[in-house]
């Protein structure tokens, strides 16, 4: 008896926690012009998450034409001969639901959640759009205009403006479709023209070019039947190649220093490209990325913030900012982000960060603290996949970029079952000194005369 | 000794949406072929078990099944505003260093052991509350509220944490300073409440510098204690064993000193003017409009939300058709009606680019004299009917976001039953009742306006609305 309590205490000590969840039901369909549907009924809330994804983000937006990607994101909202501009948004919201789209490397989605009772309305609108839209020059001139300000709020006139997104991608990597700025320049914006979108609606918003996927109180047959009913007579389209996107890693550091116009505190980013999610070592690095920086029990928090007491705040991760690590089809980086005291050079924190790195590419890690972190990231997942909306997203985009929707059922294994050895492994391989790119963001004069 | 005191309260109340009132005249006639809404689902709202220990403190909690998740989130009454003048900011540090050690455990072990029970934890502290939310695994439930109970009792500020925080804090401080909006706020808060606690926003580096261990050990001391506390719990475990785990780690928690004083509450008056916050170099014009309002649990509380959705709450309000759609003056125009305890606000924000800024400043006089002059379209209140009854459906979705609702209504001063009174009362709202809301409260005149932006190029356009004070933080 007592020889068993002792083995509990210590399974206990070890935070062996048993993470198990029913696994999510998932029923896929594919409709004769390509479209694939994903349907995970739950029927806790009379709500539903609704997610379609198409296979188009920065990465195959055309040369010359930055941040089109997005601006023809923004161009799906604006009406279509059917439903005039406004009445998209009128609907659904006009349903008790919300709406939003976002673009991203390799995919740009469209989202809603609201009451079931408004399921159809919004089937029949993400149909409608699918299959033509308003192609007019005033839309895309109001468009062009509200992304500039969208540009202006985020990157220009704010502090950081996002540059450990852009300009560490730019830096980092060489091939144009992984290193240009999605956002894009003012200068390619304006050239973008109705033809434009005409032509990219036309080859990437196919039904055999995206997926929908919808969770919530549904029945899988019935909404299959919905689904072919609005959207089973859009014309397949030919689909352009995609091109390869990998690339190798770096093997020699680079590095920038840029002058920020709006902030008071300096900051850096470092990124470490990373491979594709078919890489056996895609898991390990997500999984280490989460030991580095996730919270306040990471290591480089423990290090950098508490005990050097040098920086104020560190953030980053695998895929970070722009998605993590079920949401990326290609090469991502590995991405660390902070602002540091301005009394010392910013090259002694990537310095000491480097140091926690080569500790771990050395030595390994702790098998209970590998636990812990395992543990933090499966429960994190089932907080994210607690709602519908979120549900529904990582299914489109699974099956989407991976043809594979089950993912998401497999994704806490895929997490667990990483070692210390695996750890130690994509350390030493990836986030060397040779294969880093970092920026040190420092304060520009007129910022600094300002300071206390 | 008090008297224990249990209530249960089941609400097992089911109400239906809008029951016979949704189809196909709601939707906008020009449009061939669209779907009507479907029938509307009957809503089951979650059973609050209610409860209080003889200590005082107060439970509500709810099962919930399905994924094995648990949110615990302990609050407390009194927050920014309790800070002693010469002292805010002080909540913030408070909320930054209570999970930074206990009597039992370091700043490190706190954090190790919560990740290793997948659980976050999060202090936090608004105008009227302070509060401390752990959200984890609900296998380690009984672990996890032995950690919250923990700090909420035993938090032992460590000096080189608190050092640490405010020397953090410090450095915050000047990198908020940066965002456009931050001068702003503080601005525009202080044109709204005046003298009122709520007026602070900004915390200043030299009083942040002065606070004290003492200071901080005081604050928590006089709010963490159970009289004043609510316990709720949100998740995969029956509450009767939720009930028996608190019991096991908070029964033993005490009481120990007086409640402290509360705060008086704001006045409603209209504050007009236009203020501008010089900051050079920017791009755009950030702008606020407001005024103060009542404080939560009000009588216009329903027709108001309502209201505000037809104004600017949404994005397919008038206020975004106009600025953002029509106009393309800005990426993000919004209109929000907050309440705390003891006062409120009415807030349209907007980013926009230098050039236009007393264009839109046109706009939204409009579009606010409008309301308070027409009476919506049939149309326009069932959209924002339904919009406001789904967004309360999906806003308790899930177990964190339930749980951090009701303690918001016990700080508000209401109760588990107010969760079925919502959509009654968002249904019983008339064309009439928003016009009225209009007049009472969100005329044009009765707003102050201020903005953040390049005086250089933008007062000039201002003047044409009176006076424009150039004003500093």
């Known amino acids: ?452 | 000794m008090s008297v224990i005191r249990l209530t249960t309260t089941l609400l097992t109340l089911i109400l239906f949406f809008g029951a016979g009132s949704a189809g196909a005249a709601e939707n906008p006639p020009s449009i061939k072929g669209l779907p009507a809404y479907g029938p509307d689902k009957p809503l089951v709202l979650p059973q609050v078990v209610e409860k209080q220990l003889p200590n005082g403190l107060t439970l509500w909690l709810i099962e919930r099944r399905g994924l094995p998740l648990v949110s615990i989130h302990l609050a407390v009454k009194g927050g920014s505003a309790l800070d002693p003048r010469d002292r805010f900011g002080l909540s913030e540090i408070l909320s930054n260093t209570i999970s930074a050690g206990t009597q039992k455990r370091s700043s490190r072990q706190i954090a190790e052991e919560l990740q290793a029970l997948g659980a976050d934890i999060d202090v936090g502290v608004g105008k009227d509350i302070t509060y401390i939310g752990i959200d984890g695994l609900a296998s380690g439930a009984d672990k996890l509220l032995e950690i919250l109970a923990d700090t909420a009792s035993n938090a032992s500020f460590p000096e080189d944490e608190v050092k640490l925080a405010i020397e953090n804090e410090l450095q915050n401080i000047i990198a908020s300073k940066s965002q456009p909006s931050y001068d702003l706020n503080q601005v525009f808060y202080r044109q709204l409440f005046g003298d009122h606690p709520y007026a602070l926003v900004n915390p200043k580096p030299e009083v942040i510098s002065r606070i004290s261990r003492d200071d901080l050990v005081k604050a928590y001391r006089q709010r963490f204690q159970p009289k004043q506390a609510i316990l709720v719990m949100v998740g995969d475990l029956s509450t009767g064993k939720m009930e028996e785990l608190v019991t096991k780690h908070l029964g033993g928690w005490s009481n120990t000193e007086k409640a402290p004083a509360g705060i008086p509450t704001a006045a409603t008056t209209p504050r007009p003017g236009l203020l501008l916050v010089d900051r050079p170099h920017s791009v755009q014009s950030t702008i606020y409009m407001g005024r103060p309002m009542p404080p939560a649990n009000n009588s216009d509380e329903f027709a108001l939300d309502v209201a505000n959705t037809i104004f600017g709450g949404a994005f397919g309000s008038r206020l975004t058709m106009n600025i953002r759609e029509k106009k393309g003056y800005t990426y993000s125009p919004h209109a929000s009606v907050t309440s705390w305890a003891k006062g409120g606000m009415f807030k349209v924000s907007a980013s926009v680019r230098n050039e236009v800024t007393a264009a839109t400043l046109v706009e939204t006089f409009y579009e606010l004299d409008r309301l308070a002059t027409t009476l919506p379209e049939d149309e326009e209140l069932s959209r924002a009917q339904r919009y406001l009854k789904g967004r309360f459906l999906l806003a308790n979705e899930t177990s964190a976001s339930l749980a951090s609702t009701l303690t918001g209504y016990w700080i508000d001063g209401k109760t588990p039953a107010d969760l079925a009174r919502y959509v009654p009362g968002i249904e019983a709202i008339s064309k009439k009742d928003v016009q009225a809301m209009g007049r009472k409260y969100l005329s044009s005149r009765k707003q102050a306006v201020a903005i953040s932006g390049d005086a250089k190029a933008i007062k000039d356009q201002l003047s044409l609305f009176g006076e424009v004070r150039i004003v500093k933080p």
Do not use: C
């Open chain 1, 1 to 452: 008896m007592k020889r068993f309590l002792t083995s509990m205490a210590i399974i206990l000590l070890l935070g062996i926690q048993a993470v198990s969840a029913t696994p999510l039901p998932i029923t896929t369909f594919k409709l004769d012009n390509g479209l694939t549907l994903v349907v995970s009924e739950d029927h806790s809330s009379p709500t539903i998450g609704l997610s379609i994804a198409y296979h188009v983000g920065f990465r195959l937006e055309p040369k010359g034409r930055t941040g089109f990607a997005h601006l023809f994101e923004h161009m799906m909202f604006e009406g279509t001969p059917e439903a005039p501009k406004g009445s998209f948004v009128k609907i659904i919201q006009g349903g008790g639901g919300s709406l939003n789209g976002s673009t991203r490397y390799d995919y740009t989605n469209y989202i809603s959640t609201a009451p079931v009772s408004t399921l159809e309305p919004i089937l029949w609108l993400e149909a409608d759009r699918m299959r033509h839209l308003d192609f007019s020059k005033e839309n895309l001139d109001n468009q062009r205009d509200v992304v500039k300000e969208e540009i202006r709020v985020n990157v220009k006139n704010k502090p950081y403006g996002l540059f450990f997104w852009t300009d560490l991608a730019a830096l980092a990597f060489n091939k144009w479709a992984n290193a240009h700025d999605g956002y894009g320049s003012f200068v390619d914006l304006d050239k973008a023209t109705i033809e434009d979108v005409k032509r990219f609606h036309q080859t990437f918003y196919a039904p055999n070019n995206a997926v929908l996927a919808i969770a919530g109180d549904v029945d899988p047959e019935q909404v299959h039947q919905a689904v072919k009913k609005y959207f089973g007579d859009i014309p397949p389209a030919k689909l352009p190649p995609h091109a390869d996107v990998a690339e190798p890693l770096n093997t020699q550091e680079r590095f920038r220093e840029e002058q920020d116009e709006h902030a008071s505190v300096p900051a850096i980013a470092i990124g470490w490209k990373m491979p594709g999610p078919d890489s056996p070592d895609y898991y390990p690095l997500a999984v280490l990325g989460e030991l580095l920086m996730g919270g306040d029990a990471s290591l480089l928090y423990q290090k950098l913030i508490k005990e050097k007491q040098t920086m104020l705040s560190i953030s980053g991760g695998l895929g970070w900012p722009l998605g993590d690590p079920l949401t990326f089809g290609g090469p991502s980086l590995m991405v660390a982000f902070g602002l540091y005291k301005p009394n010392h050079e910013a090259v002694q924190d990537v310095n000491s960060i480097q140091q926690v790195i080569n500790a771990i590419a050395s030595k390994g890690v702790d098998a209970k603290r590998l636990k812990a972190v395992q543990t933090k990231m499966v429960a994190d997942y089932y907080k994210s996949i607690a709602r519908n909306l979120q549900r529904a997203d990582y299914l489109a985009i699974t099956q989407l970029l991976h043809g594979d929707a089950d993912l998401l059922n497999r994704y806490p294994a895929l997490i667990e079952k990483v070692s210390p050895a695996d750890i130690q492994r994509v350390a030493a391989k990836y986030l060397t000194v040779n294969n880093r790119s970092w920026i040190d963001r420092k304060i520009a004069p007129h910022q600094q005369e300002k300071q206390p």
